[in-house]
């Protein structure tokens, strides 16, 4: 490994882990109502009618998505979580029937049981993001393999889900990393300019 790819991997732990510090130290009920406030922004992410919703399912303190899903769902969109697999993250199709079983890290996911669908869109956790769309995960690389494998077959909107806390100022960006083209939190929701969420 070079001395520049090791600098960028410190970059990019260090602000992966004072975002997450920030994150840790927001009081329980202020997690809640901003997982709340979520709800409030669906009109604006403007989702073509009947896409296909990937969200996912909250462990330690991520911002809840569960609120926003159900709302999503009232609407229309076909929902499904994600599925650590190989080479790259599946989806299963989520319904209020879908029994969900432990996939890890303390998170749930739906069994063999559940249709494997394609997502259009992506409601994304992370560790933090910044102005451009430059988004900082935990460090497994899941969400960018399953990105690129996904991008050939459809066209997919990746939307990332975080409280305020977790903007930064500059993420350093590698060229394998894809920007997100838009970002929720609870105080609403913004496209970046380079990216338009259809």
């Known amino acids: 490994m070079s001395y520049e790819a090791g600098s ?9 882990r004072a975002a997450m510090a920030r994150r840790v130290a927001l009081e329980p009920v202020a997690r809640i109502e901003a997982s709340l406030a979520l709800v409030e922004f669906v009109d ?6 009947g896409a296909t919703v990937a969200g996912f399912w909250p462990i330690r303190e991520e911002i809840d998505p569960r609120p926003l899903l159900d709302q999503l769902r009232q609407r ?9 697999s190989d080479p790259h993250l599946i989806f299963r199709e989520l319904t209020r029937e879908t029994e969900l079983e432990p996939a ?9 049981s559940s249709a494997e669908v394609i997502p259009d869109v992506l409601l994304m956790p992370l560790a933090a993001f910044d102005d451009l769309g430059n988004r900082i995960g935990y460090g497994k690389g899941h969400y960018d393999m399953t990105i690129a494998a996904l991008a050939p077959r459809v066209t997919l909107t990746c939307i990332g889900l975080a409280y305020c806390v977790q903007q930064v100022a500059r993420i350093p960006a590698e060229p394998h990393d894809k920007p997100l083209d838009g970002i929720l939190t609870e105080a609403g929701f913004r496209r970046f300019e380079t990216h338009e969420v259809p």
């Open 8 to 16: 960028l991997a410190e970059q990019k732990d260090q602000i992966r």
């Open 44 to 49: 604006a992410l403007d989702l073509a009618p």
């Open 104 to 112: 890890g890290f303390g998170t749930q996911a739906p069994g063999r």
């Open 76 to 84: 229309g969109h076909r929902l499904c979580l994600p599925v650590v």
